[in-house]
Structure formats: C-alpha cells, structure tokens
C-alpha cells in the first residue's frame, strides 16, 4: 500500500510539470489516476461514502489553510467588502438561480433542486489559488476572488448539511446562517492572533516544528468551530489568514510547508474522488451534468455576479471576468457526498452529475481563464510577482522579495532607476538583461524584457508594488498625472 501511494504521488507531483506544458489542468489528471486505479482499470473497489466524505473535508482544511496562510492581506484588504459579498450574497442568489433553472430543467423536487444550487454555489479554493496567481491580475481583482474561494465554503456548507438533513426552512435559517459564520469569524481570528502571539514567544527545540505548530492551529481552529456548532471551515481559513500576515519565526519555512501539504491534500482528494467514480454510472449522468454545468456557468454565476456587485460600481469587464472566474473543483464533490451519507433520494445522480460537471467546466474555464483575461485587458506580465525564497535574512526583516518583467509597451521601458522612486525599505537589488544579470547603478536605464528583483520590507512592500504597478501605466511622472498604481 505504501508502495503503491508513493508511486501515485510520483506520478502526481510529475503531472504538475505535464499539465503545465500542455496547459492541462492538473486535477484532470489526479481523477484520472484516482479512475486507472478503481475498478475500471486495475480493479480496486471503493465505495465508502462516509470514509469519502471526512476524507475529503480533511483535504479541504488543509487546502483553506495553505490558501489563508499565503494570501496578502495587502492583496485582499482593498477588495475585502466586495470579497465577502460574493461569498455570501452571491452564494444565495445563485443557489436561488440554480433551484429554479435545475426544477424547471430536470424536474426535480424543490428541496432537491436547492440541493443541487447549494452543492454548486461554491468555488474550489484549490483552483482558483493556483490558477489566478499565476495569471498576473491586478491585485484587487485577485483579492476578490481569493477571498471568495476561501470564504464561499463555508455557508455553502451549512445550506448544503441544512438541506440535506431536512431541516425546516424558515424565518430562522438565515439567523442560523449568520450566527454560525459569525461565530467561526470570531474562532478564526481568536485563534490566529493567540497562536501567532504563542509563537513568537515559544522556544521550540527544532525550526521544522513551527511550521508543524502553525498548521496544528488552524485545524484547531476547524475542530473549535465543529464543536461550538459554529462554521469550522471559516475559522480555519481566517484563523491561517491571520497567521499568514503576522510575524512568525521562520514563515518561509512555514510557507513552503504549506504549500507542500496543500498539493498532497489536492492530489490525495482527486485521486480518492477519481477512485471512488464509477465510469458506468457516469454515462448516465452526462445529460444532467451538462445541464446542470450550463445553468451555473451561463445563467447562475453570471446573474449572481452582477446582482451583487451593484453597490461596487464593477467595470463590465472585471464583471465578466468574474463570471467566469468561477472555478469548480474537488469541492462541490465533497459537498455531494454529504446527502449522500444521508441516503438522500436522488444523492447518487447528483454526485455523478458533479462528477461530469466539474470534469467539463474545469476543462472550458481552466483552459479560457488566461486568455480572457488578456481579452479583457485585465492581465499583464508586468505585474510585480511576489515569489518565496528559503532565506533566513529575509525572515529576520521580515521583508520579500519581487519579481518583475518589463513587457513590449511598458512605460517602464527607457526610465531610470533613479525616476523610478521606490519607497524607502525597498531597491531593485538584481536585473536580468539578455540572460546576463548584474547589480544595478543610479543612472541604470532599464528596457523591455527586462527581469527585476526588487527587495521590500513588510512596511515598503504594498507602496513599492503600486509605484511598479503606476510607473508601468504611466512612466515615470505618474503621480503627475493621476496614477496610483491601485
């Protein structure tokens, strides 16, 4: 068993470089390594639905907590109200939207139909982690969508568990609802600043066991909100938010652990997931999952958005990119699994029928989010990157460390580092011309295609990043000419 799992993960960890050159989505090939080994390939039979579902929610924790521990608050305070709406107020609307078009579409029964708009309401945190960031978005448009994906979970959950074990809608859910993602906001950050103030002070024997401690905090903070009937996915993706922006004794190292457990969360669940499917049962289920599919993806998603966002005034385009951005993964899977715990009639259709989804929608949107983000012009390469580097002086600073590429039409093209004006706390430390690289001068003229290095401390970073970001837009006298960089 050992052997066989480690041989999974090879092949895993391999796939990652595989779907990148093929531009693949990656969880594509976990479910079908999870499929080759069931029983449609080498025979292994797999149909524990309760093993399954904690299974798969012990991924999920893992995955909120490496995606809490990574965000900049920087990157997600300027988009924080608008965040929050799409992960509740949308969510609503489009279980709403869902119902409606799924009862009228396939003729389920209402509370089933709900059932179907609540497991499909939230956005996988896994996907849109990996897939957003490496797009180079303005930052607030990221932001936004972060925080949804991190958030969203959690009252999809709680209509998804009050759905399916009957629980009596009326004047008193959405009271519930409020109450248990009140709560879980409280755990989260009671535990995240308790835990980050318990770490800076502890003296532990060995530098591998903060990165152990941090994480254990985030689960607590799960199992604290479980057991105070409060939403544990909330605390556990707030509680690691907070830990993430605080100053912890080696956070790169803890970074990198994260990261690491993130991807076998993610891996483990598809391959568990693609297991557990049953081909057969699939073909039926094409139909209702393209349907199902259309209705979120065209109608659902896209009227939720712009409902909304109306307080926020959102350029068409960044709504349109919104719409789309919602990225379905491993997530409305596990949701599925909970009314089929419950013996809920109808349950197993509806888990083949995410099955289909998610493989559709991931291959049309994971494939498309790129370019329509250029189409949009809402992307660019020029976008100061932050990248992470397992290096102790840099934790004594608590600073980071920025990559930046000068693209064909940049405004940073000709200027000088001297016009460049970075604030203080941060330096252009290394540029990359031509594939050799040297430490640059005062009077430096830097070019396209230009690579930079820019080091900055905590306190210089989000201003460093928005004179890259205005300098880019504008040149070298853009505050002149009313650019900020936001």
Known sequence: MLGVGAAVLLAAVLAVRLSTRVGLPSLLIYLGLGVLLGEAGFGIRFSDVSLTQSLGLAALVAILTEGGLTTRWSSV?????????????AVGFSVAISGVALHWLLGLEWRMALLWGAVL?????????????????????????????????????????????????????????????????????????GGAWALRRAA??????????????????YASGQLAHASGLLATYVAALVLGNSRLPHRSDTLSFAEGMGWLAQIGLFVLLGLFASPERLLDAVIPGLVAGAVVLLIARPLSVVLSQLPFKVPWREQVFLSWAGLRGAVPIVLAMIPLSHDVPGARQLVDAVFVLVIVLTLVQGTTLGPL?????????????????????????????????IQPG??????????????????????????????????TRLQEGDQLLVVATEGALVAAERRLRAVDRAGPLARWRGETGR
Do not use: M
């Open 410 to 443: 940049s405004r940073l093209h000709g200027v000088y580092l001297t016009e460049l004006r970075l604030p203080p706390g941060a330096s252009v430390s290394l540029v990359v011309r031509a594939g050799s690289s040297f430490t640059p001068q005062r009077n």
């Open 121 to 193: 309401a939230s956005t996988d945190s896994a996907a849109v982690f990996s897939v957003l960031r490496a797009v180079g978005l303005r930052k607030r448009l990221v932001g936004a969508l972060e925080l949804e994906s991190g958030l969203n979970d959690a009252p999809a959950y709680i209509l998804v568990v009050a759905l399916a074990e009957a629980t009596q809608v009326d004047w008193t859910l959405p009271l519930l609802i409020v109450y248990e993602l009140l709560a879980g906001l409280a755990i989260g950050v009671l535990l995240g600043f």
């Open 77 to 89: 305070k300027p988009a924080l109200w608008q965040g929050i709406v799409l992960s509740t107020v």
């Open 373 to 405: 983000a250029t189409r949009l012009h809402l992307a660019t390469e020029t976008e100061p990157q932050e990248i992470e580097v397992d290096a102790a002086p840099l934790d004594e600073l608590d600073a980071a460390l920025l990559q930046v590429r």
């Open 204 to 221: 532990l024997p060995a530098t591998g066991l903060y990165p152990l401690a941090t994480v254990a905090v985030c689960v607590v903070a």
